[in-house]
């Protein structure tokens, strides 16, 4: 089992210019690593973030867009592995960390902590698939995750964390919306 | 024949599917996000799915277009939402949060299952019909039916304004477009 900080900070080592789509928990612990224009928490919805994602694949080809979704939230918009898949969005990386909990809702449990969301993501038919339950698997293959040709799906088996502090108001602030879309449509 | 192509055989009014789906290529729409609705399946939805000029995204649920759409805005790249009423109301909680709260230009064409076209929404025999206007109101998201052919003209001003103003917008079928 690895922790959800500790993953984000690999990942961060190996993001440059992509778009990286982010709610609740995992927003607070991927902005913790630092300001960035092109993060996007702005997703209105629970469950949605992966939708926004493949909107800006589709918008964007030439560009990557990594989604961190929370088991939760992926549990909320399932049908989004089939729409994603069958849209094929080959710049996409999506990954859900699985922690088991409604972790921002006062970490209930999902209603089955032990579901497999990579099997789920390979039967609706995404190009690539992983499971990370070790951070030196992780470490050792993020790298490659985040440049294969997508629909990317990778699953982050994590700790549950002590409560996080959530600065809804700063994560949902509408300058950064502004600079996002300033920044996506002059690049 | 399948069911989504035969005519209401009651109806005497044509609305052209082909003048609507004009309507939305002239105003730059280049993504069609859409769960189908019979109301609008075999006069926009089956000429969008071969329309080269349109791209397609078949989605599993309603609530999907919505986020769709918004990641689409902030690229430039405009987008219908095609879908059914009972699908609109099954995703207002992404409306409300994405299209009103946070400003996005959503352009929905919302099929009206089981309308009366000779009657106005507000007092239409279904229940779920009944309460789309209202809604829309509640939720300041401008409307605007289309029921027939001199309707048709509001479709580009209508979403010309949703992106230039960046606000939701909903665009109500009231009866079962043609598939001419």
Same mark, same amino acid.
Request: charged share 20%; net charge negative.
């Given at each position: 089992?690895?922790?959800?900080?500790?993953?984000?900070?690999?990942?961060?080592?190996?993001?440059?210019?992509?778009?990286? *789509?982010?709610?609740?928990?995992?927003?607070?612990?991927?902005?913790?690593?630092?300001?960035?224009?092109?993060?996007?928490?702005?997703?209105?919805?629970?469950?949605?973030?992966?939708?926004?994602?493949?909107?800006?694949?589709?918008?964007?080809?030439?560009?990557?867009?990594?989604?961190?979704?929370?088991?939760?939230?992926?549990?909320?918009?399932?049908?989004?592995?089939?729409?994603?898949?069958?849209?094929?969005?080959?710049?996409?990386?999506?990954? *859900?960390?699985?922690?088991?909990?409604?972790?921002?809702?006062?970490?209930?449990?999902?209603?089955?902590?032990?579901?497999?969301?990579?099997?789920?993501?390979?039967?609706?038919?995404?190009?690539? *698939?992983?499971?990370?339950?070790?951070?030196?698997?992780?470490?050792?293959?993020?790298?490659?995750?985040?440049?294969?040709?997508?629909?990317?799906?990778?699953?982050?088996? *994590?700790?549950?964390?002590?409560?996080?502090?959530?600065?809804?108001?700063?994560?949902?602030?509408?300058?950064?919306?502004?600079?996002?879309?300033?920044?996506?449509?002059?690049? | 024949?399948?069911?989504?192509?035969?005519?209401?055989?009651?109806?005497?009014?044509?609305? !052209?599917?082909?003048?609507?789906?004009?309507?939305?290529?002239?105003?730059?729409?280049?993504?069609?996000?859409?769960?189908?609705?019979?109301?609008?399946?075999?006069?926009?939805?089956?000429?969008?799915?071969?329309?080269?000029?349109?791209?397609?995204?078949?989605?599993?649920?309603?609530?999907?277009?919505?986020? %769709?759409?918004?990641?689409?805005?902030?690229?430039?790249?405009?987008?219908?939402?095609?879908?059914?009423?009972?699908?609109?109301?099954?995703? %207002?909680?992404?409306?409300?949060?994405?299209?009103?709260?946070?400003?996005?230009?959503?352009?929905?064409?919302?099929?009206?299952?089981?309308?009366?076209?000779?009657?106005?929404?507000?007092?239409?025999?279904?229940?779920?019909?009944?309460?789309?206007?209202?809604?829309?109101?509640?939720?300041? %998201?401008?409307?605007?039916?289309?029921?027939?052919?001199?309707?048709?003209? !509001?479709?580009?001003?209508?979403?010309?304004?949703?992106?230039?103003?960046?606000?939701?917008?909903?665009?109500?079928?009231?009866?079962?477009?043609?598939?001419?």
């Amino acid at each position: 089992m690895m922790k959800r900080d500790k993953c984000f900070r690999v990942l961060a080592r190996h993001v440059t210019d992509e778009v990286v *789509v982010s709610t609740y928990s995992s927003a607070v612990d991927w902005l913790n690593l630092g300001e960035r224009t092109l993060n996007y928490f702005s997703v209105g919805a629970m469950g949605l973030d992966s939708s926004h994602a493949l909107g800006l694949a589709l918008g964007r080809p030439n560009k990557r867009i990594i989604c961190l979704q929370g088991d939760g939230s992926l549990l909320m918009n399932l049908g989004c592995l089939v729409t994603i898949a069958a849209a094929a969005p080959r710049n996409l990386v999506h990954i *859900v960390v699985q922690n088991g909990t409604y972790e921002a809702n006062g970490g209930h449990p999902i209603p089955n902590t032990e579901v497999e969301f990579a099997a789920m993501a390979r039967a609706a038919g995404y190009a690539h *698939v992983h499971d990370f339950s070790q951070l030196a698997n992780f470490e050792q293959q993020a790298a490659h995750v985040l440049k294969q040709e997508g629909p990317v799906f990778a699953t982050l088996h *994590v700790e549950r964390t002590k409560p996080l502090t959530y600065d809804y108001p700063n994560l949902y602030d509408p300058a950064r919306r502004k600079a996002l879309k300033a920044a996506l449509q002059s690049s | 024949m399948d069911a989504d192509l035969l005519t209401e055989p009651d109806d005497k009014i044509e609305l !052209k599917g082909s003048g609507i789906i004009a309507a939305i290529k002239a105003s730059g729409i280049e993504f069609v996000l859409s769960v189908p609705d019979i109301v609008t399946s075999g006069g926009l939805l089956r000429p969008i799915a071969r329309d080269p000029e349109l791209k397609l995204i078949r989605v599993c649920k309603e609530d999907e277009c919505i986020g %769709i759409a918004s990641g689409l805005s902030y690229c430039d790249k405009r987008a219908l939402t095609l879908i059914q009423y009972t699908g609109f109301l099954d995703s %207002i909680n992404a409306i409300r949060g994405i299209a009103v709260e946070y400003g996005q230009p959503i352009c929905m064409m919302i099929g009206l299952l089981g309308h009366d076209p000779y009657t106005t929404p507000r007092n239409s025999p279904r229940y779920g019909v009944r309460i789309i206007e209202p809604i829309l109101d509640a939720m300041g %998201i401008p409307h605007h039916l289309v029921n027939e052919e001199a309707d048709v003209a !509001k479709i580009r001003p209508a979403i010309e304004d949703a992106y230039a103003n960046s606000h939701p917008v909903a665009l109500l079928i009231g009866r079962r477009p043609s598939a001419s």
